[in-house]
């Protein structure tokens, strides 16, 4: 029995790392008889685990605001809080442009997958308030630069670049050119 549940947990895994793969390649349409045949499993197997595109949409959204939410708490006491700022600015904008019409896709059914978006936002926010709040204190941020205020600065470089031919080197090639209006220092 403990096999089984090990082999799982490994399928789970498996099948969400190849759906955020996916997910960043084919955008919310990602193929789930795909997923499955690139994650090794059946169809049957992902919707055991996953029993919605819904179910296996919001799982991935998760996973990667749990990721960014590690990111800002190991980056707040980095000896430059401006540089460590950046750096998840930087992967947030990697992600954003990589969930291509995911937030959408999680609000279209219903009124719940808005309140689970939301709180995603709200667990960002609380990861990297401290962030922001060092870099602020040590003068790196211009003064009212709010965690909302860069979120929404990211999400709309993500979208405004969403149908360039490369749009994470655009969307990062933007994010240097707004630094200077959230970080006076650059």
Do not use: K
């Not at 990721?67 to 750096?87: H, T």
């Not at 204190?137 to 600065?153: H, K």
């Amino acid at each position: 029995m403990t096999a089984q549940r090990a082999d799982a947990r490994r399928n789970y895994a498996r099948i969400l790392a190849v759906a955020e793969a996916e997910v960043a390649a084919h955008g919310t349409d990602a193929s789930l008889e795909q997923i499955a045949r690139t994650a090794g499993v059946g169809s049957a197997t992902v919707r055991r685990h996953f029993p919605s595109r819904r179910a296996l949409l919001e799982a991935v959204f998760s996973e990667r605001i749990d990721a960014l939410c590690s990111c800002a708490a190991n980056l707040v006491d980095a000896d430059d809080p401006r540089a460590a700022l950046l750096d998840w600015l930087t992967a947030l904008t990697a992600y954003a442009t990589s969930a291509r019409g995911m937030a959408d896709a999680l609000l279209q059914d219903e009124m719940d997958d808005a309140d689970h978006v939301n709180a995603c936002a709200a667990r960002l926010g609380g990861a990297v308030d401290p962030l922001l709040d060092r870099a602020a204190r040590a003068g790196a941020v211009a003064p009212g630069v709010t965690t909302a205020d860069l979120i929404s600065l990211v999400t709309g470089l993500a979208l405004a670049t969403e149908h360039h031919p490369d749009p994470a080197a655009e969307a990062h090639r933007l994010l240097a050119l707004t630094v200077r209006g959230i970080s006076p220092q650059g």
